[in-house]
């Protein structure tokens, strides 16, 4: 009797070792965080249980007996279901057609440049791809210094520049930097 209790405590011991070394990968890592991110995180992802009702949404127990109470009977819960649809539907619609009006009088007004003058119609048209340099911008960013450089990758051509200053009814107080120059892009 001495011997099979013996036994079956070593294997029980030698079960032990392996279950702790050997699914120790499996295991949930202890959580020993900072408690400013524990808070965090209940504030960002609070838990499913359905214990209490939490002002930011989620699950609120009262609102099955508040609906029960305002709406008695499930038809009538079908039929606002269905004109709640219906009225999204229907703003669906005019905003669609608000677009395609105002595509299509895009396309007639681009129709009339195409008309009255080709280049500018090409202009407005053209494709740019901001990434890529002219000959001359890659000639002129050989000799340019790191600032410059990047002024230049930074500066999208076409767009309105940013060193224009907006007009104002009184001057700096610094006065006019009569050394500033605007940045010379080549075409």
Not at 60 to 87: C, F
């Amino acid at each position: 009797m001495s011997v099979s209790v013996l036994g079956t405590s070593r294997r029980a011991s030698v079960l032990s070792f392996v279950n702790v070394h050997v699914r120790g990968y499996a295991r949930k890592p202890e959580e020993t965080s900072d408690p400013k991110k524990e808070a965090i995180r209940r504030a960002m992802y609070p838990s499913n249980l359905r214990n209490r009702a939490t002002p930011t949404g989620g699950w609120r127990r009262d609102v099955g007996r508040a609906l029960q109470h305002a709406i008695p009977s499930v038809p009538a819960h079908e039929t606002i279901e269905r004109a709640w649809l219906l009225h999204k539907r229907h703003v669906r619609k005019q905003r669609d057609a608000e677009l395609a009006r105002k595509f299509e009088c895009m396309k007639q007004a681009m129709e009339e440049l195409a008309e009255i003058d080709p280049h500018l119609y090409y202009e407005a048209n053209k494709t740019v791809d901001s990434r890529e340099r002219s000959c001359a911008e890659a000639e002129v960013a050989v000799s340019m210094k790191a600032l410059e450089l990047k002024a230049l990758d930074a500066r999208i051509h076409g767009l309105f520049p940013r060193e224009m200053r907006i007009p104002t009814d009184t001057p700096s107080r610094n006065g006019w930097n009569h050394d500033w120059k605007p940045f010379p892009r080549p075409l």
